[in-house]
């Protein structure tokens, strides 16, 4: 089965709290042949990819060395451990001890000893059940765990619930376990927390000590593997170094839900042809850091990454040939690179590059003209190569600001070009006002001027003459318009009488029309419907 870190780090569903057969309390009713096949298709179907095996009181080595190598060959990693009743509160406290790999494997098995140590005086069959009860308090047994000077911690079992933590000690306790050492190097999890007010005064009591909070399934058969609520672990490898590096960063390696990333990233990206023909490289949706030595390849990777997403230099970049020839080089002579990205939307896409042609973009190997790479598929990426951060030559800085700020820039550029228009504006009617006093000057004597050739004209009798010229003007207008109305009168009447000349003709053979047009034009006087008569 593939490694789920191909691509880096990666969320994983954790469950804390699982039984087996070898617990008493768990019942299996189908074929022993099957068993840790049946029992890892659970955890496989409930998408369990790390588990704790935590039986009470009890270790089985043989059981779990079956069930690791099964799950391993599903990638689902088992880690040992035992839900130990220890000998704390009322009902005793379960813990869930979990143990580095260093107690079982091979062929050393340090953990079934140590039960032997915190059980003194009892036979398994004594205590190998869900009410057995160790002879330490929790101090004590954390100082003989350490005793062994191998790797654990610690994860509190249905901490509300009975023999849980915070059921069976109180507030002061809880205190004290918050600043004693020991607790606080081991205790990574509480398990199962459900109350908001109890988990308040829990993080009041124990303070930076409390720790992750963590579910588990308790299974009592395998049809209950992976019930009740889940949670997820950020892991970059199948360990137990890991999963404990999880719990102890658990702000930001720790999630409720498995996080769902909303920004565009790439996948991976293979070579065809040129010099890393063959090869593919996978990226993580999150940091990707190249490592390597000075002229190891990786500039050559991050220029071909930008000249198949189609990414320009930049103005200011420095060494734009051998950005350029790089990779050129790389791709070689008719090499293809492909990359395999996601957008902020998860829509998977493919880009396709040939040497000395232009980049493709294809969803599910249909070619989609048009699809900008920089819009749609990833957004808006920001390149810097070789030696650009370190650039100082001019407009560097400009370029620098562009490229991080991108398209957050253009409102504001807008605003600026809006507000440089209003400014020219100003200064263009403030240079006009600088005539001011000159063209008042002009503006006074014009009207002065005008004023004697008033005066002149009405000396002379020219102000009459001219209204005289002015009532012709005007007559003159108006007969215009009386003619143009009689004319388009007679063109209509014209009009009327060509189309209807036939229907007149018609009628001129009907005596008793022509009779009653005659008396009804002499008596009505009606001189519109002379047009009507008809020549005898």
């Keep these: 089965m593939g490694s789920p870190f191909q691509n880096g780090a990666a969320w994983l569903r954790a469950d804390f709290h699982l039984h087996t057969k070898a617990d008493r309390e768990f019942k299996y009713s189908g074929e022993d042949n099957y068993y840790y096949s049946n029992y890892v298709a659970a955890l496989e179907k409930a998408s369990i990819q790390i588990g704790v ?8 080595k043989e059981e779990f060395n ?27 406290i379960h813990t869930l001890v979990v143990f580095s790999e260093e107690w079982w494997q091979n062929n050393d098995d340090y953990i079934n000893p140590f039960l032997t140590i915190v059980f003194e005086g009892k036979r398994p069959a004594q205590y190998e059940n869900e009410n057995g009860r160790s ?4 101090i004590e047994t954390i100082k003989k765990l350490e005793g062994n000077h191998k790797d654990f911690f610690l994860i509190f079992a249905h901490v509300e619930n009975r023999s849980g933590l915070w059921e069976e000690l109180d507030g002061g306790r809880l205190g004290e376990l918050g600043e004693n050492p020991y607790f606080c190097r081991h205790a990574l999890g509480f398990q199962k927390v459900r109350s908001h007010d109890r988990r308040a005064k829990a993080q009041n009591w124990l303070k ?37 590096f999880a719990l102890a960063d658990h702000a930001h390696r720790l999630a409720k839900e498995k996080p769902k990333y909303k920004h565009s990233y790439i996948k991976s990206i293979s070579f065809e042809g040129g010099l890393l023909s063959g090869k593919t490289i996978y990226f993580s949706p999150e940091l990707n850091t190249l490592i390597g030595i000075r002229g190891s390849g990786k500039s050559s990777i991050l220029e071909v990454l930008r000249k198949v997403l189609d990414i320009p230099l930049g103005e200011k970049a420095s060494d734009q040939e ?6 050129h080089c790389v791709m070689g002579s008719g090499g293809k690179v492909v990359i395999q990205a996601v957008n902020h939307y998860g829509q998977a896409y493919e880009i396709r590059r040939i040497s000395g042609e232009f980049s493709k ?10 699809v900008s790479i920089q819009e749609t598929v990833l957004h808006h990426p920001i390149y810097f190569g070789q030696k650009d951060l370190s650039n100082t030559s001019d407009g560097f800085e400009k370029d620098l600001v562009n490229k991080l700020l991108g398209q957050k820039l253009n409102d504001i550029h807008r605003r600026i070009r809006e507000q440089k228009s209003k400014v020219i504006a100003a200064i263009e009617r403030l240079q006009k006002l600088n005539n001011l006093p000159e063209q008042i000057e002009e503006q006074r004597k014009i009207k002065q001027d005008t004023e004697h050739r008033l005066t002149l004209y009405a000396q002379y009798g020219i102000e ?21 109305r009689v004319e388009e009168f007679v063109l209509r009447m014209k009009e009327v009488l060509a189309n209807y000349e036939d229907d007149l003709r018609d009628f001129s053979d009907y005596t008793k029309i022509k009779s009653f047009i005659k008396f009804f034009c002499q008596n009505q006087n009606l001189q519109n419907f002379r047009i009507f008569r008809i020549k005898e």
């Design 464 to 484: 009459e003459k001219l209204q005289k010229r002015l009532n012709f003007d005007a007559d003159i207008r108006a007969l215009n318009h009386a003619t143009m």
């Design 135 to 138: 002879s330490l308090n929790l």
């Design 208 to 244: 930076e000590a409390y720790p992750a909070e963590v579910e588990g399934s308790d299974p009592k058969n395998i049809e209950e593997i992976g019930r009740g609520k889940v949670c997820y672990l950020k892991l970059s490898a199948f360990s137990f170094a890991a999963v404990k």
């Design 66 to 92: 079956a069930l690791y190598k099964t799950a391993k060959n599903k990638g689902i990693l088992l880690l040992a451990g035992v839900e130990l009743s220890v000998n704390d509160g009322a009902n005793g």
């Design 322 to 327: 051998y950005k350029e020839n790089l990779a």
């Design 53 to 60: 095996i935590t039986n009470h009181n009890k270790f089985d």
């Design 361 to 370: 973009v294809y969803i599910d190997d249909v070619l989609q003209p048009g």
